[in-house]
């Protein structure tokens, strides 16, 4: 999979996504891989169209089916729901609104803008906000990656001299 390239594709069609999942973990420091790439989009109309534009240079197409190739539609993206697309460079799956009910809007106040290499820039989720986001999720997957995220956190608050605690499930 080629994460960088995926969001490059994005940012040089000028779509407006938050990145989320596990990629965002890596780039904030988190040990591991990732087979996705997992992103939040604005869903208004011009933006539905820059994306669909970067999705026909990436030559997205759903992954769930199999026997024929069906390509996302603009119409389509406007929805909350979420699309599992495989990609000429990997697998992309575009967010409409997370399980907590958070869209690109409310996203994008709480990510950074990351350098993700060779000058190019996108927005990431904040790690304790992405902490929060999986013990939402409560999936196993999710849960069994919890310690790498906070352990992750609770070295970047030490660096920079924050007290506070990673958060934690109830």
Do not use: C, W
């Not at 390239?5 to 890596?26: C, E, P, Q, S």
């Not at 820039?121 to 304790?128: G, S």
Request: charged share 35%; glycine share 10%; aromatic share 2%.
């Amino acid at each position: 999979m080629d994460a960088r390239g995926i969001l490059k594709v994005l940012a040089d069609t000028n779509v407006r996504f938050v990145v989320i999942g596990g990629v965002a973990a890596v780039l904030q420091g988190v040990p591991g891989l990732t087979n996705d790439v997992d992103i939040v989009h604005a869903r208004d109309p011009e933006n539905r169209r820059r994306l669909i534009d970067a999705l026909r240079q990436l030559e997205a197409h759903y992954r769930q089916h199999r026997t024929v190739r069906i390509e996302p539609k603009e119409e389509d993206l406007g929805l909350p729901g979420t699309h599992l697309l495989t990609t000429r460079l990997g697998a992309l799956d575009l967010v409409g609104r997370t399980t907590g009910g958070a869209g690109y809007e409310e996203l994008v106040g709480r990510a950074k803008l990351m350098d993700v290499g060779q000058g190019l820039h996108v927005h990431v989720v904040d790690l304790e906000l992405l902490i929060e986001m999986k013990e939402v999720l409560g999936r196993d997957k999710d849960r069994a990656r919890l310690p790498d995220y906070r352990r992750t956190l609770e070295e970047r608050n030490k660096r920079e001299g924050r007290q506070k605690d990673p958060p934690r499930s109830t």
